[in-house]
T-cell receptor
Framework: KQEVTQIPAALSVPEGENLVLNCSFTDSAIYNLQWFRQDPGKGLTSLLLIQSSQREQTSGRLNASLDKSSGRSTLYIAASQPGDSATYLCAALSGGGADGLTFGKGTHLIIQP | AAGVIQSPRHLIKEKRETATLKCYPIPRHDTVYWYQQGPGQDPQFLIS???????DKGSIPDRFSAQQFSDYHSELNMSSLELGDSALYFC?????????????FGDGTRLSIL
C-alpha cells in the first residue's frame, strides 16, 4: 500500500527566502505525482503534476522535481511571499489502474512579512 | 475558467439522518472522484466514476453510495450518519481517466453531524 510522507510538517521563513518542501513515497511504481496548495477551510488548488517519466515541472516561482528510484519529490518555491502561506500537499497516483490519489499530511508553510 | 462546483457548501445533520452531496465537474471532464478529509487529516479517496460507471473504490463505507449521471454530475449519498462522518468532502474531476491529467478539486462540502 502506498504511503506518502512530507517533511517538515511545518515551516516558517522570512519573506524573500527560497525554500524546499520534501515528499517521499514508499511505492516507486507511481503513475504521476501532484502538488497541491490548501488554504484554511478551502479546497485543494493543483499546482504542478509530474508524470512518472518526467524529472521536473516548473510554473512561475514553483519547481517540482521527481526521483522515482529514490521515492522522492521536492517542491522548490523561489522568492517566497506572504501570499504563499498555506498548507502544501503532495499526492501520488499509483499505477495499475488506480484512480485515487494517496496524500501526504502536508507541510504548513508560514511566510513572515 | 470554470471550476468544480460542489453543493451545498455546508451541511448540518443529526446522527442516523441521510445526506446527499452534489458535484458538478469542469465542462468536458468525464471522470469524477470523491474524497473525505477529516479534521487535521489528509484527504482519503472514497470512490470514482468514469463515463457514468464506477471505476475505482477506496475507503468508502457501505453506508455511502454514489453515482454519476448522464450530464456527468455526481452525487454522494450518505445514510445512517455517524459522528465520525463529520468531515470536509471533496469532489474532483479530470479528463480521460488513466491519462496524465491533473485532478481538479472543488471547494468541498463541510458536513457536521450533531
Amino acid at each position: 500500500k502506498q504511503e506518502v510522507t512530507q517533511i517538515p510538517a511545518a515551516l516558517s521563513v522570512p519573506e524573500g527566502e527560497n525554500l524546499v518542501l520534501n515528499c517521499s513515497f514508499t511505492d516507486s511504481a507511481i503513475y504521476n505525482l501532484q502538488w497541491f496548495r490548501q488554504d484554511p477551510g478551502k479546497g485543494l488548488t493543483s499546482l504542478l503534476l509530474i508524470q512518472s517519466s518526467q524529472r521536473e515541472q516548473t510554473s512561475g516561482r514553483l519547481n517540482a522535481s521527481l526521483d522515482k528510484s529514490s521515492g522522492r519529490s521536492t517542491l522548490y518555491i523561489a522568492a517566497s511571499q506572504p501570499g504563499d502561506s498555506a498548507t502544501y500537499l503532495c499526492a501520488a497516483l499509483s499505477g495499475g489502474g488506480a484512480d485515487g490519489l494517496t496524500f501526504g499530511k502536508g507541510t504548513h508553510l508560514i511566510i513572515q512579512p | 475558467a470554470a471550476g468544480v462546483i460542489q453543493s451545498p457548501r455546508h451541511l448540518i445533520k443529526e446522527k442516523r439522518e441521510t445526506a446527499t452531496l452534489k458535484c458538478y465537474p469542469i465542462p468536458r471532464h468525464d471522470t469524477v472522484y470523491w474524497y473525505q478529509q477529516g479534521p487535521g487529516q489528509d484527504p482519503q479517496f472514497l470512490i470514482s466514476f468514469y463515463e457514468k460507471m464506477q471505476s475505482d473504490k477506496g475507503s468508502i463505507p457501505d453506508r455511502f453510495s454514489a453515482q454519476q449521471f448522464s450530464d456527468y454530475h455526481s452525487e454522494l449519498n450518505m445514510s445512517s450518519l455517524e459522528l465520525g462522518d463529520s468531515a470536509l468532502y471533496f469532489c474532483a474531476s479530470s479528463t480521460r481517466r488513466g491519462s496524465n491529467q491533473p485532478q481538479h478539486f472543488g471547494d468541498g462540502t463541510r458536513l457536521s453531524i450533531l
